[in-house]
């Protein structure tokens, strides 16, 4: 059963600090992996997309990592300000299918605190 | 500007009453999802569609009807064979049906129990 396992599941950090948040999957064969940030009350918004070949991918403060062999992939934030606050979401997508079938992990939340 | 539009965000049903949820889009997008999100739990998939005049089940189509008429707008009936309806419902858009295509998503509509 393809699987997405997020941790931890919530986290507390002060503003200005770093973190990492993990993602870990048994999807197979794997096409790519996407990270969301969802607000609260409101609908998630891509951060990143990457496929197996991409070992890193940056969006601004936001960066990926992946490493297809042992599927696992991390979103590092740096520098976080008050609105990172928000769920994070890891999404991977199978090979040979379309969006139909991706597998949403249960999302890790970040709370930011001055 | 492009995006997609949930409407209503708050919404009542009564026991043994269907109600719909609207979306729709302005960014041209081919196909269009149906998610619905539960506290603890990954986004699961409702319905889909790729074009007009189609759509497929998801993994817990039942209770649940779709239509789409026109490109634009994919509307998501819950009926009252839907038991345990109480959920935030997400409705999503990608350009087309591909596995690298990133999803857009509306801010959502949640639906309570009266």
């Known amino acids: 059963k393809n699987q997405v396992e997020q941790s931890p599941q919530s986290l507390i950090i002060l503003e200005g600090k770093n973190c990492t948040l993990q993602c870990n999957y048994t999807v197979s064969p794997f096409s790519n992996l996407r990270w969301y940030k969802q607000d609260t009350g409101r609908g998630p918004v891509s951060l990143t997309i990457?496929?197996?070949?991409?070992n890193t991918k940056s969006n601004g403060r936001y960066t990926a990592t992946l490493d297809a062999d042992t599927k696992q992939s991390s979103l590092h934030i740096t520098a976080s300000q008050l609105s990172d606050s928000a769920s994070y979401i890891c999404v991977v997508s199978p090979s040979n299918f379309g969006n139909e079938k991706l597998t949403f992990g249960t999302g890790t939340r970040l709370t930011i605190i001055p | 500007d492009g995006g997609i539009t949930q409407s209503p965000k708050y919404l009542f049903r009564k026991e043994g009453q269907n109600v719909t949820l609207s979306c729709e889009q302005n960014?041209?997008?081919?196909?269009m999802y149906w998610y619905r999100q539960d506290p603890g739990q990954g986004l699961r998939l409702i319905y889909y569609s790729q074009i007009v005049n189609d759509f497929q089940k998801g993994d817990i189509a039942e209770g649940y009807s779709v239509s789409r008429e026109k490109k634009e707008s994919f509307p998501l009936t819950v009926t009252s064979a839907q038991k345990n309806p109480t959920a935030f419902y997400l409705c999503a858009s990608a350009e087309y049906q591909g596995s690298n295509q990133p999803q857009h998503f509306g801010d959502g509509t949640r639906l309570s129990i009266l």
């Open positions: 960014l041209n997008h081919d196909a």
């Open positions: 990457m496929t197996f070949s991409e």
